[in-house]
C-alpha cells in the first residue's frame, strides 16, 4: 500500500495542530530557515534536504560570531564574502521545532517562494517543521478544502 503514499513537508503549528503549509515533496528536495540571530541581530540561514522521507540538516551561513553561533571548524567550514558557511553536515533531524518570533523574524524558504512565519502565525507559537507519509486520498480532500477556503 506504500504506492498510495506520498512523503509531504508540513509546517504546523503544534498548540492547535493546524497546518500552516504542506506540499508534496520529491527525494533530494532542499529547503531553508532564514532569522535574525537574537543576540547579533544579524541573518542566520540553515539549510536543509529530504532523503529517503526524513530531513537532513546540510549546512549553515551567518555573517558574525556571537553567542550560539558555531566557532569550531566543523565540517566543511568556509569563510567567503565576509560570511561564514559551515558545508556538509548532513544531521539527520527527527523535525524541526521553532519558536516564532516576531524579533527573529523567522522565514520558511521552499523553493522560489519565502513564507514569514512571523507573519502567518502569533508570536511565540510553536511551529514544527517536519515530513510525514499521507495518502494520496487525504492530500487531495486537503487540497480540495484549502482551495475551497480560497474562494469565499
Not at 553561533?69 to 560570511?83: G, H, R, S, T, W
Amino acid at each position: 500500500m506504500s504506492f498510495l503514499q506520498e512523503s509531504v513537508l508540513v509546517v504546523k503549528e503544534a498548540k492547535a495542530n493546524k497546518i500552516i503549509w504542506q506540499e508534496k515533496v520529491e527525494e533530494g528536495a532542499n529547503f531553508a530557515i532564514e532569522y535574525l540571530h537574537s543576540v547579533e541581530r544579524t541573518p542566520v540561514w540553515e539549510y536543509f534536504k529530504v532523503k529517503n522521507g526524513e530531513i537532513f540538516l546540510t549546512g549553515t551561513l551567518y555573517e558574525s560570531y556571537g553567542a550560539g553561533l558555531p566557532f569550531l571548524k566543523k565540517n566543511n567550514y568556509i569563510v567567503a564574502n565576509d560570511k561564514f558557511e559551515i558545508k556538509d553536515i548532513n544531521r539527520k533531524l527527527d523535525n524541526i521545532p521553532l519558536r516564532i518570533s516576531d524579533y527573529a523574524q523567522h522565514k520558511f524558504i521552499y523553493g522560489d517562494e519565502e513564507y514569514k512565519l512571523y507573519d502567518i502565525t502569533q508570536p511565540q507559537s510553536l511551529v514544527v517543521i517536519s515530513v510525514e507519509r499521507r495518502s494520496r486520498i487525504r492530500l487531495l480532500v486537503e487540497e480540495g478544502k484549502r482551495w475551497l477556503r480560497l474562494k469565499r
